[in-house]
């Protein structure tokens, strides 16, 4: 398959601020009020980024959301993004049809940097929809399986009808990832497992002394996690999680989602456990 | 299949507990098969039993009128099911299912009673295990309070 080149470091700042147009080829209803679009650029060029990044969507007229891409990073094609519909933004973006323009700024941020992990055991631990900014992840480290040692995925959910790419977890599994899935609530016909993510870290197979652990979710949910995990020995710098703040600019410029000494949309959203373990557990900043 | 004796040493909710503590406790206890589907107990049950899972997956239930059946917990491979066999009354406060074929060591609530009334040491020991697993799901009830991955406080901000 064809390959992308490494996205650029850094962009102009003017360029950065342009949305780029990009077209909608394909669409699918993951759930009740999420959504994947597929995404095609006018200009032909395809968007390269690393996994974990986000990209500033925008729908005309309505505004522009802070979305992670939830493609391939290494395979040249179309832009996918894995979007729940919450406000005015997401719900235009759900209103869109096959041949609809939208605008894209980015990518922006830091990435998950799964090749550190290369020879160690991998955890990813995604909650709700936090398992979208997982995926390019997941995806690069089973393109290079041989790379890595266990590969586990932890995953908890609302409810099992709100679980994402419940048929690619089957593939994953196939290709020699551990995943294990979780829900709040279930009803008698759900013969899955019911608790809370963190329930499922010391069943799963990996070594904490030679992890590395990337988590995506709610922070709530992500403090108790990355806990946990310590709990279980895994060091707190090889611990990442993916912060969700007020992005707007996408560069560092207009402050939205400052973070006390932070611009989440620079120096993360992908950010060390150990950098933030003060922070996640504030009621203000 | 090894023993109550042979399992209970290795099971973390008795560790450290010595042999003849040990064997005090597996004097009480009992294995029993569940087919999918067939219940350990009932809301309002007298609550005459605790079990430890050994095999397959139990499901912890509620019901409620309008909401209908519930599964707010399983229980999997070593996990504890039950503290009500401990607290007065002495009533189930949940349905406990078996969700698969499973098999479970249940241990007799009122035998063990008799036993921790007597030895107080035992008693201090089982309470700060039974505390152990009631507090891991409070801890659990309460996140799931703040119903972390639907909310209604997303917005555009935070849509991932």
Redesign the interface.
């Known amino acids: 398959m064809p390959r992308l080149a490494e996205p650029t470091a850094v962009q102009p700042v003017e360029s950065a601020m342009v949305p780029r147009l990009f077209r909608l080829v394909d669409r699918r209803q993951d759930t009740a009020d999420t959504f994947t679009i597929v995404l095609e650029p006018n200009d032909g060029v395809p968007l390269a980024f690393i996994p974990g990044q986000f990209t500033m969507l925008s729908a005309f007229g309505v505004g522009e959301v802070p979305i992670s891409v939830s493609g391939d990073a290494h395979v040249a094609g179309p832009l996918q993004h894995t979007v729940r519909d919450v406000g005015a933004v997401t719900h235009a973006l759900a209103r869109t049809a096959v041949g609809d323009v939208m605008g894209v700024r980015g990518p922006y941020g830091t990435g998950w940097d799964v090749a550190d992990g290369h020879s160690r055991d991998v955890v990813f631990v995604g909650g709700g929809i936090g398992l979208a900014p997982l995926r390019p992840a997941v995806l690069e480290v089973l393109a290079h399986r041989e790379d890595y040692g266990r590969v586990v995925l932890l995953y908890g959910a609302r409810s099992p009808e709100e679980l994402l790419f419940v048929d690619e977890m089957k593939q994953w599994e196939d290709q020699g990832m551990e995943v294990l899935v979780t829900v709040d609530y279930g009803r008698e016909s759900w013969q899955g497992r019911v608790g809370l993510v963190t329930k499922l870290i010391p069943r799963a197979g990996f070594d904490p002394m030679s992890t590395l652990a990337l988590i995506c979710g709610p922070e709530v949910m992500m403090r108790h996690t990355a806990l946990a995990l310590v709990g279980r020995g895994v060091r707190s710098n090889r611990i990442r999680v993916s912060l969700e703040r007020n992005m707007r600019c996408g560069v560092g410029l207009c402050g939205h989602c400052q973070y006390r000494e932070l611009f989440v949309c620079v120096d993360g959203p992908v950010l060390p456990y150990a950098q933030v373990t003060g922070l996640l557990g504030l009621r203000e900043v | 299949m090894r023993t109550i004796e042979q399992y209970l040493p290795d099971h973390p909710f008795f560790e450290g507990l010595d042999a003849p503590t040990l064997a005090l406790i597996a004097g009480c206890a009992t294995n029993i098969s569940l087919a999918a589907g067939e219940y350990l107990c009932h809301e309002g049950d007298a609550a005459d039993h605790f079990f430890v899972v050994r095999r397959g997956?139990v499901?912890?239930?509620v019901h409620g009128p309008a909401s209908?059946?519930?599964?707010?917990?399983?229980a999997?491979e070593g996990d504890v099911v039950g503290w009500s066999w401990l607290v007065p009354p002495y009533v189930s406060t949940f349905d406990a299912?078996a969700?698969?074929a499973s098999g479970v060591v249940a241990f007799d609530g009122a035998c063990l009673r008799g036993k921790c009334d007597s030895d107080a040491h035992l008693g201090y020991e089982l309470m700060k295990r039974v505390t152990q697993v009631m507090n891991g799901r409070l801890v659990?009830a309460q996140?799931?309070l703040?119903?972390?991955?639907?909310g209604p406080g997303?917005?555009?901000?935070?849509?991932?």
Do not use: K
Request: hydrophobic share 40%.
């Open positions: 997956r499901a912890i239930e209908g059946t519930l599964v707010l917990d399983t999997d299912r969700a698969e659990a996140l799931r703040l119903d972390l991955y639907g997303a917005t555009d901000a935070s849509p991932r």
